[in-house]
């Protein structure tokens, strides 16, 4: 008896499909994945279409999440994998389904597998959330791979995995004080407003150094602790900032 992958959550942003949805539904039944969430669908979630190919699995239809944004649909989540089929210059090496999925089925916290539009995939802003990135090896001579057929490909993965993973083996790791996703953009945010008060970031520029100073967090895996530790650093270099200048302008007066 392997691990459970029931804190697993396959995340679909924007599809546009009711079919693929369908198809979505019945390959993670087969697989024993439980939490489908749905981001903005542009298509009938739960229509005809939908059912007629969930077949058995229209229950994971009825209790699907239908969520207005991606961080909604990642909240809790402590670890998140996004898919792409291209680099886009990501620094972060890309990883094949068997490398990077065990690190969410060794987990014991939610955790998240991001799928993007059926035709331009994740956009460079929803990668972010993301703490490592997965691409699909494919043939050379038709490398485009249909959104359902890719989640079956790493739905079928996520259970291999688990099916080798004994729940009561100590490799399961316990991680129930890493920071969840909303937790660390409230610190990104934090950070990134300091940072471009005192010009270490430029507005045209900031999106992008923003993007590399977050994988070097998210590679770490900080506690709640240690983001309460960082926020507070922030704020005492604001109050320092803040005293400063109010010294400044009564030598002025």
């Known amino acids: 008896m392997g691990t459970s992958l029931n804190h697993i959550r396959i995340v679909l942003v924007e599809p546009a499909g009711a079919l693929n949805i369908g198809s979505i539904a019945r390959v993670m039944k087969n697989m024993g994945l439980t939490q ?25 239809l009825l209790t699907a999440q239908i969520v207005p944004d991606l961080p909604t649909a990642l909240q809790g989540c ?33 955790t998240a597998l991001l799928f993007g539009r059926e035709d331009s995939g994740l956009t460079n802003a929803e990668l972010k959330y993301a703490g490592r990135y997965l691409s699909i090896p494919v043939g050379s001579e038709y490398s485009s791979l249909n959104l359902a057929q890719a989640v079956a490909v790493c739905a079928y993965e ?20 890493v920071a969840p996703v909303e937790l660390l953009e409230g610190y990104y945010q934090q950070l990134e407003i300091l940072l471009l008060e005192i010009g270490y970031l430029f507005p045209h520029t900031a999106a992008h150094r923003m993007e590399k100073l977050r994988r070097i967090y998210n590679r770490a895996q900080l506690s709640h602790n240690e983001v309460a530790l960082l926020r507070g650093i922030l704020r005492q270099v604001n109050w320092a900032i803040e005293t400063a200048q109010l010294t400044s302008n009564r030598n002025v007066d």
């Open 36 to 60: 489908l969430v749905i981001v903005n669908p542009q298509c009938e979630v739960r229509g005809e279409e939908a059912t007629r190919m969930a077949v058995h699995a229209i229950d994971l």
């Open 78 to 110: 402590t670890r998140v994998i996004a898919t792409t089929a291209r680099n886009r210059a990501i620094p972060t090496p890309l990883e094949t389904p068997r490398q990077a999925l065990p690190w969410l089925v060794e987990s014991t916290q939610p």
């Open 158 to 177: 996520l259970q291999l995995c688990a099916s080798e993973i004994a729940p009561d083996l100590p490799n399961v790791q316990l991680e129930s004080d």
